[in-house]
C-alpha cells in the first residue's frame, strides 16, 4: 500500500487504536474525533470489550455513541449506564478507574510537560487564548496512562520552553503521575521511555530529517527507528464506510476556511 492511499487522519486512528487493550476504560474529551474514531476502531477490531468514558454527558458507557456534530450529547446520555458532575468525576471517579485518556497539547516541549492555557508570557494578555485545562492539571498528577496527540506536527508546538504548564511530563524529582507514554502526530510516533520524547517511527512519504526541522529540540531516536505501520484495507474501510463516512475526522487537522466549509458540509449531510 503506498503512502497516498491512506491520509494523515488515518494513519493517526488507526496508531492510536493500536494502543488500546481489550476490556480498558477509555476516555474522550469534547471535540475530539480522532479520539473518538480511534476507539471505535479498537472495538470493531480487537478490543470488544472497551468501557466508554466521555466528558459529554461524564459518563460512563459499554456502548459508544457513534461519531457525530449535531447530536452527540443526546447519543452520550442515552447510552450511558451512569452520570456524575464534573467535580465527582474529576475527584472520586477518575482517580480510581484510571482511564486511557488521549490529550491534545498546544505547546509540548521535550520532557513530555503541555501548555493548552495560551501562547505568550502573559496569561492576561495572551497572544493566543487556548481551549483551557478541563481536568488535564488534575489528571496528570496521578494517571499512569497517558497519550497524547497533534494533527499538525510543527515548530508552533513543539517548544524548547512551554508559556503556560497545563499537563505534567516527565520529572525526577517528581512524586506523583507518570507522564505521558505515547504521542502520535501527523508524521510519526513518539515515546518517553528514557523520560525525553523519542521517535519510534515516521509516517510513510516523511522522514527523520524532516520531523526533527519541524521541532525545536533536539528529538531522541529509538534503536531501530523505522517507518510507522500503514492502515491495512480492512482498517480503512471500516474508517470510512462503518465509523465515519462523513469525514468528521478531518476536522482536526484543517482550520479557517476549509475547517468552516468542511463543518457546514457534516451538518447538512448529518441532518439528512
Known amino acids: ?3 497516498e492511499d491512506f491520509t494523515p487522519a488515518e494513519i493517526m486512528i488507526t496508531c492510536m487504536a493500536r494502543q488500546v487493550v481489550d476490556g480498558e476504560i477509555v476516555a474522550q474529551g469534547i471535540a475530539t474525533p480522532l ?3 480511534a476507539y471505535l476502531l ?3 477490531t ?3 470489550n472497551l468501557y466508554f468514558a466521555s466528558a459529554i454527558g461524564q459518563g460512563i458507557c459499554r456502548q459508544p455513541a457513534p461519531l457525530g456534530i449535531s447530536n452527540i450529547e443526546s447519543l452520550w446520555l442515552d447510552r450511558s449506564m451512569t452520570n456524575v458532575g464534573f467535580v465527582r468525576t474529576a475527584a472520586d471517579i477518575l482517580p480510581n478507574l484510571r482511564p486511557k485518556e488521549f490529550f491534545r ?3 509540548i516541549d521535550a520532557h513530555g510537560n ?7 508570557k502573559s496569561y492576561t494578555q495572551p497572544r493566543l487564548r487556548l481551549p483551557g485545562t478541563g481536568g488535564i492539571p488534575d489528571v496528570t498528577t496521578f494517571i499512569s496512562d497517558i497519550y497524547l496527540y497533534i494533527p499538525r506536527h510543527s515548530r508552533v508546538t513543539f517548544v524548547k520552553e512551554l508559556d503556560f504548564v497545563s499537563g505534567l511530563g516527565h520529572n525526577p524529582v517528581r512524586k506523583h503521575g507518570a507522564g505521558p507514554r505515547y504521542l502520535i502526530t501527523d ?3 513518539f515515546d518517553f521511555a528514557n523520560g525525553r520524547m523519542r521517535l519510534l517511527s515516521y509516517h510513510p512519504g516523511n522522514s527523520i530529517e524532516r520531523i526533527q526541522s519541524k521541532t525545536k529540540f533536539e528529538l531522541e531516536l529509538a534503536p531501530g527507528v523505522r517507518e510507522t505501520c500503514p492502515p491495512s484495507a480492512h482498517e480503512l474501510r471500516l474508517i470510512r464506510e462503518e465509523i465515519d463516512p462523513l469525514g468528521i475526522r478531518n476536522l482536526e487537522l484543517l482550520s479557517g476556511g476549509a475547517r468552516r466549509n468542511l463543518l457546514r458540509d457534516i451538518l447538512v449531510r448529518e441532518k439528512a
Open 46 to 48: 480487537h478490543a470488544p
Open 1 to 3: 500500500m503506498m503512502a
Open 42 to 44: 479498537a472495538r470493531y
Open 187 to 189: 508524521l510519526g510516533e
Open 35 to 37: 479520539v473518538a474514531a
Open 105 to 107: 497539547p498546544g505547546q
Open 114 to 120: 503541555f501548555n493548552n492555557i495560551a501562547f505568550g
